[in-house]
T-cell receptor
């Protein structure tokens, strides 16, 4: 199945710093989503984006749906230790009917140093 | 509260034994999925099901089997034919015709010794 290109693969940052990660695809998507996976747990949805150019915030998190529909960005401001985990982007296509229409990025592993 | 329940959280099995992982959802979602995650890696699709009594292979179905006898349940059996079964297994579900992403369970860590 298709996997999206997500970068960086891993990040080590000091507490309080801002974080940026992005995701690109060769395909157009109608929905972009960002998930966070805590160690030993399942991914949890953080932000969903439904329109090209859309900018959405959830607390210290801000995500954008790229104008080309082929990319998305996630920013975390003023990082704290509980931000540690793996962040996955995901793109969903209206053109694929039925199930299995969500494609995941390779993940960004974030480590926050207190 | 609605959600997806995976059990058990940790599972140990001897090499050569089949083992079944449970996944139950009360979200009334149509589709269900099984993913495998290896340490430091992304998600790889094993099987998915859109409707009761129907399921499709994903990218790494060899050595695995599933059933979907009820809308709420989608158990995964890891057979002895799976060459490297030790991994973290995630179950997910979604509503067909909507684009709200998937809801995930909390995972089962399988260790084969």
């Amino acid at each position: 199945g298709q996997q999206l290109n997500q970068s960086p693969q891993s990040m080590f940052i000091q507490e309080g710093e801002d974080v940026s990660m992005n995701c690109t695809s060769s395909s157009i998507f109608n929905t972009w989503l960002w998930y966070k996976q805590d160690p030993g747990e399942g991914p949890v949805l953080l932000i969903a984006l439904y329109k090209a150019g859309e900018l959405t915030s959830n607390g210290r998190l801000t995500a954008q749906f790229g104008i080309t529909r082929k990319d998305s960005f996630l920013n975390i401001s003023a990082s704290i230790p509980s931000d540690v985990g793996i962040y996955f982007c995901a793109g969903q296509s209206y053109f694929r009917t039925g199930a299995n229409n969500l494609f995941f990025g390779t993940g960004t592993r974030l480590t926050v140093i207190p | 509260d609605g959600g997806i329940t995976q059990s058990p959280k940790y599972l140990f099995r001897k090499e050569g034994q089949n083992v079944t992982l449970s996944c139950e959802q009360n979200l009334n979602h149509d589709a269900m999925y099984w993913y495998r995650q290896d340490p430091g890696q992304g998600l790889r699709l094993i099987y998915y099901s859109q409707i009761v009594n129907d399921f499709q292979k994903g990218d790494i179905a060899e050595g695995y089997s599933v059933s979907r006898e009820k809308k709420e349940s989608f158990p995964l059996t890891v057979t002895s034919a799976q060459k490297n079964p030790t991994a973290f297994y995630l179950c997910a579900s979604s509503i067909l015709g909507r684009h709200y992403g998937y809801t995930f369970g909390s995972g089962t860590r399988l260790t084969v010794v």
